[in-house]
């Protein structure tokens, strides 16, 4: 399949999943809402709370991968992307990627210091449809 559907796939789906590695080297999974922003299959931007484990587990080791997926009546299709997630809380990035209605997590707005970002850089991805797997680098 092509990158630019590939991309375009992962935009229409409501719900990712990001996984991290925890201190025993085990995965975690997790399901979040879709990306605030994306950059082709590239750069990911997800909102979280600085205090939550998962960003302590990205602190500690970045490796990530983050997984879609649609199910149809008929047909289903994912599309797994690895790369490394950063914990971002510089202001200019939490302002990219703010909505008015975040203040409901973020009781101080935009500064809050709860707020951060994770923005997840992918290298290499597996996309599966109709029973074929297709490997891909990511540029």
Not at 49 to 56: D, F, H, L
Not at 85 to 110: A, H, S
Not at 121 to 139: M, N
Request: with cysteine; charged share 30%.
């Amino acid at each position: 399949m092509e990158k630019d559907k590939i991309s375009s796939f992962i935009r229409k789906q409501k719900v990712g999943f990001v996984c991290s590695i925890d201190d025993e080297g085990f995965p975690n999974v997790k399901a979040m809402l879709k990306p605030r922003k994306q950059v082709g299959l590239k750069e990911f931007y997800f909102s979280t709370n600085t205090s939550s484990m998962r960003v302590k587990q990205y602190l500690k080791n970045p490796k990530a991968s983050i997984y879609f997926y649609h199910k149809g009546l008929i047909k289903y299709a994912g599309v797994m992307l690895k790369g490394k997630m950063e914990v971002l809380t510089d202001q200019p990035t939490k302002d990219m990627i703010w909505r008015k209605g975040d203040t409901m997590f973020y009781k101080q707005g935009v500064t809050d210091p709860d707020y951060c970002v994770l923005k997840f850089t992918a290298t290499s991805g597996r996309y599966y449809c109709d029973l074929k797997t297709e490997s891909f680098d990511v540029e």
